[in-house]
T-cell receptor, first 113, second 114 residues
Framework: EADIYQTPRYLVIGTGKKITLECSQT?????MYWYQQDPGMELHLIHY???????EKGDLSSESTVSRIRTEHFPLTLESARPSHTSQYLC????????????FGPGTRLLVL | KNQVEQSPQSLIILEGKNCTLQ??????????LRWYKQDTGRGPVSLTI?????NTKSNGRYTATLDADTKQSSLHITASQLSDSASYIC?????????????FGRGTQLTVWP
């Protein structure tokens, strides 16, 4: 069982609200990732980090932002939520050795009304 | 274009039966291929990982095969159980980038009925 946690698990929020999705891992992994997944579709990488103070945008354009101030913490923020942001957001981490397996959190299901 | 295609999209089998899921990929250069299991409302969990030189890998009742020449992989589930109901995702990693970029299939949704 991977030690990676996400909160909240479910979030229903109105348009225009600012939200932060939390992700933390206790494995000391350098690399962390955020994916977006719609039902029946593949995961799309939206952000990743190689380590503290490192953040990069992924393949899928996203209006969200991330920060990596501590190794174990990689929060994702939406300044103004819109219905198009409705999706499942999955956080993952890996050791950073190159061929490593990514360990996923349970995900946050976001519904923007 | 690097892609991962999985078939079938969905599958229903009876408890105790075997099944095989397919994955075709065009990712190049190839590094490794993983099969993940994703339960509803949960994050994916790694089942197997295979590199270029490996053509079969087992994890309990799960056996994955890889043909790097034809760029095909399969996941065989033996004596299925109700708890096997999940989405099975094929993930291919390319070589030559520090990120180890992953390419995800859309998954096969497996339902096991009693």
């Amino acid at each position: 069982e991977a030690d990676i946690y996400q909160t909240p698990r479910y979030l229903v929020i109105g348009t225009g609200k600012k939200i932060t999705l939390e992700c933390s891992q206790t494995m000391g992994h350098d690399k962390m990732y955020w994916y977006q997944q719609d039902p029946g579709m593949e995961l799309h990488l939206i952000h990743y980090s190689y380590g503290v103070n490192s953040t990069e945008k992924g393949d899928l354009s996203s209006e969200s932002t991330v920060s990596r101030i501590r190794t174990e913490h990689f929060p994702l923020t939406l300044e103004s939520a819109r219905p198009s942001h409705t999706s499942q957001y999955l956080c993952a981490s890996s050791e950073g050795s190159g061929e490593e397996t990514q360990y996923f959190g349970p995900g946050t299901r976001l519904l923007v009304l | 274009k690097n892609q991962v295609e999985q078939s079938p999209q969905s599958l229903i089998i009876l408890e105790g039966k075997n099944c095989t899921l397919q994955c075709n990929y065009t990712v190049s250069p190839f590094s490794n291929l993983r099969w993940y299991k994703q339960d509803t409302g949960r994050g994916p969990v790694s089942l197997t990982i295979m590199t270029f030189s490996e053509n079969t890998k087992s994890n309990g009742r799960y056996t994955a095969t890889l043909d790097a020449d034809t760029k095909q992989s399969s996941l065989h589930i033996t004596a299925s159980q109700l708890s096997d109901s999940a989405s099975y995702i094929c993930v291919v990693s390319d070589r030559g980038s520090t990120l180890g970029r992953l390419y995800f299939g859309r998954g096969t949704q497996l339902t096991v009925w009693p």
